[in-house]
C-alpha cells in the first residue's frame, strides 16, 4: 500500500483562519464594551451618591453627634448687651380729701379754714344769708365748692332756714329738680354736690335717680356722705354714669380737738390700705384745731391732701 502524504497547510487559507478569529475577538471586545460599560458607571455613581456627599449635608442614616456641653472659644458668641433697668414710676402717695360741712352760717369762721395751708373741700348750703358770699370767699382763696344739699331724714321736714330747698320723699321728679336748679343759683361755683342729712331720702331709689338725673345735666358729681348704712345714692350715681364717692370717716361726731385728731389718724391708715379716703367734718372751732393737731401726722405718715374732684381721677 501506498502511504498518505500529509499536507502542509496552505499560507493563504492560515491568513483567512487569523483574519476571522481577529475579526470575531473585536466584535466581542466591541460588544462588550458597549453593554457592560454602561451599567458599571451606572453602580459607580451610585456609590458616589451613597458615599461622597458634598460637605454641606448630612448622610441620613448617621446618628447626630450631640453639641459638646461647651462651645469651642473660636465659636463662642458674645452675650447680648444688658439693657439697664427701666425706671419705675414713682408710687403716688396716699390721698384724702376733707371736706368742711355746713358753711354758709359763719363768715368769721371760713376765714380761719380758709387760712390753712391744705386744699380743704367745702359744702356749702344753699339759700342762707351767707351761702353765696362764703361760696365766693372759697373760689377766691383757689379751693373747691360743692353745694350742701338738704334732704329729708325722717317723717317730717324740720323747720329750719334751709327748709325750703329740702329734697323731701313726696316730691316728684320736676320739683326735685326745681330744688336743685334753685340751689345751685346761691351756691356759685359749685362742681359737685353732697347730701346734707337725708337718712330717709337716700334710701328712695327713685327719688336718687330723679336727683342724679339732673346733677348730669349740670356735670356735676356727687358724694354720698353716708348717713344711712341703707343708702343707694352712691349706685344710682353710678347707674346714671356720674363720677360719685361715698364718706368714708365723720371726723368731728365728738365736739373736741383730740377727737378730730383720733379720726383723722384712722383716715390716714384707710388711705394708706386703699390709696384714698375721704373725711367729712364741720364748720367749727374744735374741727379746725383738731385738724391742725394732725397736719404733722399727714406729714410724717406721706398722705397728701387734695381737692375732692381729685379723688374722683
Same mark, same amino acid.
Given at each position: 500500500?501506498?502511504?498518505?502524504?500529509? /499536507?502542509?497547510?496552505?499560507?493563504? /487559507?492560515?491568513?483567512?483562519?487569523?483574519?476571522?478569529?481577529?475579526?470575531?475577538?473585536?466584535?466581542?471586545?466591541?460588544?462588550?464594551?458597549?453593554?457592560?460599560?454602561?451599567?458599571?458607571? *451606572?453602580?459607580?455613581?451610585?456609590? /458616589? *451618591?451613597?458615599?461622597?456627599?458634598?460637605?454641606?449635608?448630612?448622610?441620613?442614616?448617621? $446618628?447626630?453627634?450631640?453639641?459638646?456641653?461647651?462651645? &469651642?472659644?473660636?465659636?463662642?458668641?458674645?452675650?447680648?448687651?444688658?439693657?439697664? +433697668?427701666?425706671?419705675?414710676?414713682?408710687?403716688?402717695?396716699?390721698?384724702?380729701?376733707?371736706?368742711? %360741712?355746713?358753711?354758709?352760717?359763719?363768715?368769721?369762721?371760713?376765714?380761719?379754714?380758709?387760712?390753712? %395751708?391744705?386744699?380743704?373741700?367745702?359744702?356749702? @348750703?344753699? *339759700?342762707? @344769708?351767707?351761702? &353765696?358770699?362764703?361760696?365766693?370767699?372759697?373760689? /377766691?382763696? !383757689?379751693?373747691?365748692?360743692?353745694?350742701?344739699? $338738704?334732704?329729708?331724714?325722717?317723717?317730717?321736714?324740720?323747720?329750719? +332756714?334751709?327748709?325750703?330747698?329740702?329734697?323731701?320723699?313726696?316730691?316728684?321728679?320736676?320739683?326735685?329738680?326745681?330744688?336743685?336748679?334753685?340751689?345751685?343759683?346761691?351756691? +356759685?361755683?359749685?362742681? !359737685?354736690?353732697?347730701?346734707?342729712?337725708?337718712?330717709?331720702?337716700?334710701?328712695?331709689?327713685?327719688?336718687?335717680?330723679?336727683?342724679?338725673?339732673?346733677?348730669?345735666?349740670?356735670?356735676?358729681?356727687?358724694?354720698?356722705?353716708?348717713?344711712?348704712?341703707?343708702?343707694?345714692?352712691?349706685?344710682?350715681?353710678?347707674?346714671?354714669?356720674?363720677?360719685?364717692?361715698?364718706? %368714708?370717716?365723720?371726723?368731728?361726731?365728738?365736739? &373736741? $380737738?383730740?377727737?378730730?385728731?383720733?379720726?383723722?389718724?384712722?383716715?390716714?391708715?384707710?388711705?394708706?390700705?386703699?390709696?384714698?379716703?375721704?373725711?367729712?367734718?364741720?364748720?367749727?372751732?374744735?374741727?379746725?384745731?383738731?385738724?391742725?393737731?394732725?397736719? $404733722?401726722?399727714?406729714?410724717?405718715?406721706?398722705?397728701?391732701?387734695?381737692?375732692?374732684?381729685?379723688?374722683?381721677?
Amino acid at each position: 500500500m501506498r502511504k498518505r502524504r500529509s /499536507r502542509k497547510p496552505s499560507p493563504l /487559507r492560515s491568513f483567512l483562519k487569523g483574519s476571522l478569529l481577529a475579526l470575531f475577538l473585536c466584535a466581542f471586545l466591541f460588544l462588550f464594551l458597549l453593554y457592560i460599560t454602561p451599567r458599571a458607571n *451606572n453602580t459607580l455613581n451610585r456609590q /458616589r *451618591n451613597t458615599f461622597f456627599l458634598p460637605p454641606h449635608r448630612e448622610v441620613p442614616s448617621l $446618628p447626630k453627634e450631640p453639641s459638646p456641653p461647651h462651645p &469651642s472659644p473660636q465659636l463662642e458668641q458674645k452675650p447680648p448687651e444688658e439693657k439697664p +433697668p427701666e425706671e419705675k414710676p414713682l408710687e403716688q402717695k396716699p390721698r384724702v380729701a376733707i371736706v368742711i %360741712d355746713d358753711v354758709g352760717y359763719n363768715i368769721q369762721l371760713l376765714q380761719q379754714f380758709l387760712q390753712l %395751708d391744705v386744699p380743704l373741700t367745702f359744702a356749702v @348750703l344753699p *339759700n342762707l @344769708l351767707y351761702s &353765696s358770699s362764703s361760696a365766693r370767699l372759697v373760689t /377766691r382763696s !383757689g379751693k373747691t365748692v360743692i353745694l350742701h344739699m $338738704p334732704m329729708q331724714t325722717g317723717r317730717v321736714v324740720p323747720v329750719v +332756714p334751709e327748709g325750703k330747698s329740702f329734697i323731701t320723699v313726696d316730691l316728684s321728679p320736676s320739683e326735685i329738680a326745681d330744688r336743685i336748679e334753685g340751689a345751685l343759683k346761691s351756691v +356759685p361755683g359749685a362742681v !359737685g354736690m353732697s347730701n346734707h342729712m337725708g337718712s330717709l331720702a337716700t334710701e328712695k331709689e327713685e327719688i336718687m335717680d330723679a336727683v342724679m338725673f339732673t346733677l348730669a345735666k349740670h356735670n356735676l358729681f356727687f358724694l354720698d356722705s353716708l348717713t344711712t348704712p341703707r343708702s343707694v345714692a352712691y349706685e344710682s350715681a353710678r347707674r346714671a354714669g356720674i363720677p360719685a364717692l361715698k364718706r %368714708d370717716v365723720f371726723l368731728d361726731n365728738d365736739n &373736741s $380737738p383730740q377727737y378730730v385728731l383720733i379720726q383723722m389718724k384712722q383716715l390716714v391708715s384707710l388711705a394708706m390700705r386703699r390709696g384714698k379716703a375721704v373725711g367729712i367734718g364741720h364748720l367749727r372751732e374744735t374741727t379746725l384745731e383738731g385738724i391742725k393737731l394732725a397736719l $404733722p401726722y399727714l406729714e410724717e405718715k406721706g398722705v397728701e391732701v387734695v381737692p375732692l374732684n381729685e379723688l374722683l381721677r
